[in-house]
């Protein structure tokens, strides 16, 4: 690791143990995805009938659907279902996707290097209402609230993870949890990625972190938590490569000219919060030990207050701009700027409803429903080159649900949100889902959802200046520099509320790492960029038909991982994406030497269609739609090298080798932006906990 990451990995995290941490990406081989269905993870704990039993899935080749009898510890949770529960994967199945955009399952396109900008190769529209900057970018990388994992465990978890590439490419993230008797759990999970690229003004430099503290009372009457995420993304800009590269004579690619050199994009965001809640319902003796019972509160209803402040900035910054590069929006000025920040107040009050019975004094039993409802308060204040808006959102949200520890057959889940007053009024998010368990033969599913949405803010409302630096006398001493601003471009605009409607369905069968899934969306006024300087809508309604299948086949020791998505829009093409998307693995897999040393060794292939991908305008920090570059994709191959000894987790791979071969040299996932060549990795993970 260079000293610029020691120095900034002491400044980020110096408040946390480097030695006890743990690595993000290498948990979930045996998922399609966290974003596509959490229940479809060779991890998943389902915790039955009784309060401290649960079943859970053994850490082994996913093919292997056996399962084992475990304790809550040692497990993790999202906090919005606490009760679904996964165990730690200590697998090296999977540990190759060690990049965040290219995960196991559902996949995102980049700018060319780790940490650069993404957008997703399978159609996917934000579940959120309300608020929103719209710059979603680095969504791919960013930690959120949703994403956050509490641990349960009796003796400290934690994982360290580095990550190094040919072209001084690193990442190095980690995590670390504890829990006590006493009742406090916390933890940490940070990331950082330093790419240099392999082009002029390219470099990505990516930190962010997760932090959480829980505190649950003896007698579990009251509960505090505190959360804490930090994200920041710094990019160099350099409008991507000004020819075709693949098919130049430049040897050298730092020699390849590129449309900026010294614009740069800074983006970070940092939010906190407090809940406090206060669990009521009925006393009963819990066992601490053979000789001690302590008398607790069965937390059948609980009331919440909850308190976030949140602070998002966003600036773009180009001291050299090219007039050609800019022109529709490039005024007077050697200087481009745009500047947008805001900071957000939120309350929330909450009750929620988890019915518990009862059955003697010292035991009771899950009913199976859960429900709740929310009233929150946000107060934000919005900035843009000296202009300030401030406003208010008041909104209700509710949710009813099965209980996952009861282990029923019915699935069932609804949920609503619904903006009463302020900047999103009438803003609507709804759906539901309905299905049955047929453990050995699988689960089915179906839904349906709603969503009526005000525009990002970025289609709204723009501006960028530009700065003329001028050399004025000064009266006492040497010249001095005055700067003019002058405004370059700008845009406000009223667009419609966008609306969404979605049904479809899947079928999961664990047994044997199927699943099968089938989407509709109807859209209405979809947000796009025509251009690399046009926010505007398509009043027309879009049919957007999304299938998908995975399978997870292995045999003894030889296993065939698969990913398939079609997607096909109607009524509009401004969706601009694969119509095919496949990839597949095959490896071999087996422990050796009694044991001691695990490997497995294989390939991976990736294949898109041909389509039109997205432009890229780093000054808004959108993608956009472009009909002059059509792409056509060749089958990217990978190897691979995974090997296990102890806590040790080692891999070796060598990426897009295919480019070696063919007509084709070379794929550009995003116009003007040319796709990583090949290169070899290595990365290494050790972990404090087996």
Request: charge should be positive.
């Amino acid at each position: 690791m260079d000293n610029e990451m020691q120095v900034s990995g002491i400044r980020y995290f110096r408040f946390v143990f480097f030695a006890f941490m743990s690595i993000w990406s290498c948990a979930a081989h045996a998922s399609v995805g966290d974003s596509i269905v959490h229940t479809f993870k060779k991890d998943t704990v389902i915790i039955s009938s009784t309060k401290d039993t649960v079943i859970a899935v053994k850490d082994t080749t996913p093919h292997k659907a056996v399962r084992k009898k475990s304790s809550l510890n040692d497990t993790w949770f999202y906090g919005d279902e606490p009760n679904k529960r996964y165990i730690i994967d200590t697998a090296i199945a999977g540990m190759q996707y060690y990049d965040v955009a290219r995960r196991d399952g559902a996949e995102y396109f980049n700018l060319g290097n780790i940490g650069s900008e993404t957008y997703s190769q399978v159609f996917n529209p934000s579940p959120k209402v309300g608020f929103n900057m719209g710059f979603h970018q680095f969504d791919a990388y960013r930690y959120s609230l949703d994403s956050i994992r509490y641990y349960q465990v009796i003796r400290p978890y934690a994982e360290i993870f580095y990550y190094l590439g040919i072209n001084k490419d690193q990442l190095f993230q980690g995590r670390f949890a504890n829990s006590h008797k006493s009742g406090i759990m916390y933890g940490v999970d940070f990331r950082r990625i330093n790419s240099n690229g392999t082009y002029t003004n390219q470099k990505a430099t990516d930190n962010g972190f997760s932090l959480y503290g829980i505190y649950n009372s003896k007698n579990k009457t009251f509960n505090i938590e505190t959360d804490l995420i930090y994200n920041s993304f710094v990019t160099q800009e350099n409008g991507g490569v000004d020819s075709n590269i693949f098919n130049s004579v430049v040897l050298t690619k730092t020699l390849a000219p590129v449309n900026l050199t010294q614009a740069i994009l800074n983006y970070n965001e940092i939010d906190w919060f407090l809940k406090a809640s206060y669990n009521i319902g009925q006393k009963y003796n819990e066992r601490v030990n053979d000789t001690l019972v302590r008398r607790v509160v069965l937390p059948v209803f609980r009331v919440s207050y909850r308190v976030d402040v949140e602070r998002s900035k966003y600036s773009y910054f180009d001291i050299n701009t090219d007039s050609a590069y800019y022109s529709s929006y490039l005024g007077m000025g050697d200087t481009l700027r745009y500047t947008s920040q805001y900071i957000k107040v939120g309350q929330r009050f909450g009750l929620d409803y988890g019915a518990k019975k009862l059955t003697s004094d010292s035991t009771y039993k899950e009913l199976d429903i859960v429900m709740g409802a929310a009233v929150n308060l946000d107060y934000y204040t919005l900035s843009s080159f000296g202009e300030k808006d401030k406003f208010s959102n008041l909104y209700i949200t509710g949710y009813l649900k099965n209980n996952p520890a009861v282990n029923s057959p019915l699935i069932y889940k609804a949920s609503i949100a619904y903006y009463i007053a302020g900047y999103n009024q009438n803003d609507l998010s709804a759906e539901g889902q309905l299905g049955v368990d047929l453990h050995k033969f699988g689960r089915i599913t179906a839904g349906t959802g709603y969503q009526l949405k005000q525009s990002d803010w970025v289609y709204h409302n723009f501006r960028a200046d530009s700065a003329t630096a001028v050399i004025v006398p000064s009266a006492s001493g040497p010249p001095i520099s005055v700067t003019h601003d002058n405004l370059s471009y700008s845009y406000l605009n009223n667009f419609p509320k966008i609306s969404t409607f979605k049904i479809g369905g899947e079928y999961v069968l664990d047994k044997y790492g199927i699943k099968v899934s089938a989407y509709n969306y109807v859209l209405a006024n979809y947000n796009y960029f025509s251009g690399a300087d046009t926010a505007t809508y398509d009043p027309k309604p879009i049919n957007m038909l999304v299938l998908s299948f995975a399978n997870r086949f292995g045999f003894k020791c030889i296993h065939f991982d698969n990913d398939v998505w079609f997607q096909k829009s109607a009524g509009s093409d401004v969706i601009r994406l694969p119509l095919v998307t496949l990839k597949s693995s095959l490896y071999y897999e087996r422990h050796v030497i009694k044991d001691a040393l695990w490997f497995a060794v294989g390939v991976n292939v990736r294949y898109y269609t041909p389509f039109s991908p997205n432009g890229y305008n780093p000054l808004f920090g959108q993608f956009y739609i472009q009909n002059s570059h059509p792409q056509t994709f060749y089958p990217i191959l990978d190897v691979f090298l995974n090997v296990k000894i102890k806590t040790v987790r080692i891999f070796l791979m060598g990426t897009n080798l295919s480019s070696f071969f063919g007509p084709q040299h070379g794929y550009y996932p995003a116009v003007y932006y040319p796709a990583a060549d090949a290169s070899f990795k290595f990365g290494a993970a050790w972990r404090f906990f087996e």
